[in-house]
């Protein structure tokens, strides 16, 4: 099926972004954009050893400040 192919590959390329990240900011901020829209469990399969709290933690950051943006805490702050 063309969509599975399409969502697999688009996985895939979310997937190297996130292991060529550099911090854990921005790899939040690229996780963000899969993880409400992916099972854990498939995020697990292209990302061996994310924890459910670092998804748990991108799916909060998508809600409080939106898909793939930069966290509006002060940086003195720990930021969800």
């Known amino acids: 099926c063309l969509n599975h192919t399409l969502l697999m590959t ?37 990302l061996p050893g994310i924890t459910e709290y670092q998804v748990k933690t991108a799916r909060e950051h998508r809600k409080k400040n939106g898909v793939a943006q930069l966290c509006s805490c002060p940086r003195a702050l720990a930021c969800v």
């Open 10 to 46: 688009n996985i895939w390329s979310l997937a190297e972004a996130y292991q060529n990240a550099s911090s854990w900011d921005t790899r939040r901020q690229v996780l963000s954009l899969m993880a409400d829209l992916v099972p854990y469990s498939l995020i697990q399969r292209y």
